[in-house]
C-alpha cells in the first residue's frame, strides 16, 4: 500500500469516481480541488489549491509518492483560461514533483491530442498529434512537459490519453472510446505498482471491440483492461441514432471537438 496519493481535479466527475474507488490502494488520498470537496471522510486529507499558483502547488505535492493529475480545464475553452489552468499548472505540478523526490505521476491526457486523425485510421504510439481544440493543444504541452523531465530529472510519468471516462457508453462513437471506470483504476493500480515506468503513453481505452487505438508499446506494464463496449452495442443500437458518415461525431476520433469555435472568452 503506498502512503500517500494525491488526487488533482478531485471534485470533478473522474475524480469524484477515483476518491471512491481508489480508497485503499493507499494509507492516504490527498484530494485538491478549488471546488468544494465537502468534509474529509476517513483516509482523507483535502487540500484546496489553484494549480496556478506555484507555491501552493509546491505545498501541495509534498509528502505524496503518487500523483493522478486531473486538474484544470477539461473542455474547449479561451486560450487564456486553458493557459492558466492546464498550461502552467502542469508546469506548476512537475516542478513540485522535481522538487519532492519525483513521486510517479498518472497525467490525465486526452485524446483529443489527435481529435482531427479519421475514424478509419488505426493509432498507436507513434501516431503524429492532430489536436482538435486548444485543450488538445494543452494536453499535448503537459505530455511534452512530461517526457522533459523524464529526460532531465528521470520523472516517471504516465500519460493516459483518456478516450470517454463514463460508467457505460453512451453513443456510436463511445463504443471505440469507452475507458469504464474500473479500467481506469486498475491501470492507476498497474502504473504504481510497475517495477519500471519512465515516460509512457497509453491510450485511455478498454478492451473494446470497436477500438481504434494500439497500446502494444505498453504490454510490459501488465495492464489488461477487462470491459468491452459490445455489451451496451444492443442498447446504443436501441436508443441512439446513427449519425450521417459526414457529421464529426462520426468522422474524426475528437467527435464534436472538432466542431467546437475557437473561444474568445
Known amino acids: ?151 532531465k530529472f528521470g520523472q516517471e510519468s504516465a500519460l493516459v490519453r483518456i478516450g470517454s471516462c463514463t460508467p457505460k457508453p453512451l453513443n456510436w462513437r463511445m463504443l471505440a472510446t469507452w475507458l469504464s471506470e474500473d479500467d481506469f483504476v486498475s491501470l492507476i493500480d498497474t502504473v504504481f505498482r510497475a517495477p519500471r515506468l519512465g515516460c509512457t503513453m497509453i491510450w485511455g481505452a478498454s478492451n473494446n471491440d470497436a477500438g481504434w487505438w494500439d497500446n502494444s508499446h505498453a504490454d510490459f506494464l501488465g495492464w489488461k483492461p477487462k470491459d468491452n463496449s459490445a455489451d451496451y452495442l444492443d442498447e446504443i443500437a436501441r436508443t441512439v441514432p446513427r449519425p450521417g458518415p459526414e457529421e464529426p461525431v462520426a468522422k474524426y476520433q475528437g467527435g464534436v471537438f472538432t466542431d467546437e469555435p475557437i473561444h474568445k472568452s
Request: hydrophobic share 35%; proline share 3%; charged share 25%.
Open 1 to 151: 500500500m503506498m502512503n500517500r496519493i494525491l488526487i488533482t481535479g478531485a471534485a470533478g466527475q473522474l475524480g469524484s469516481v477515483l476518491r471512491e474507488k481508489l480508497k485503499g490502494h493507499a494509507k492516504v488520498l490527498r484530494l485538491s480541488d478549488m471546488a468544494d470537496l465537502g468534509p474529509a471522510g476517513e483516509g482523507e486529507e483535502i487540500v484546496p489549491c489553484d494549480i496556478s499558483d506555484g507555491d501552493a502547488v509546491m505545498d501541495l505535492v509534498e509528502g505524496c509518492d503518487g500523483i493522478v493529475h486531473l486538474g484544470g480545464i477539461s473542455v474547449e475553452k479561451s486560450f487564456d483560461l486553458i493557459e492558466s489552468a492546464n498550461l502552467r499548472g502542469v508546469h506548476n505540478l512537475y516542478e513540485a514533483a522535481r522538487a519532492h523526490g519525483r513521486p510517479r505521476i498518472v497525467f490525465a491526457s486526452s485524446n483529443h491530442t489527435i481529435g482531427y486523425h479519421d475514424q478509419t485510421t488505426r493509432l498507436d504510439h507513434t501516431s503524429p498529434y492532430r489536436p482538435d481544440g486548444y485543450y488538445g493543444v494543452s494536453k499535448i504541452f503537459g505530455e511534452a512537459v512530461a517526457s522533459l523531465y523524464w529526460d
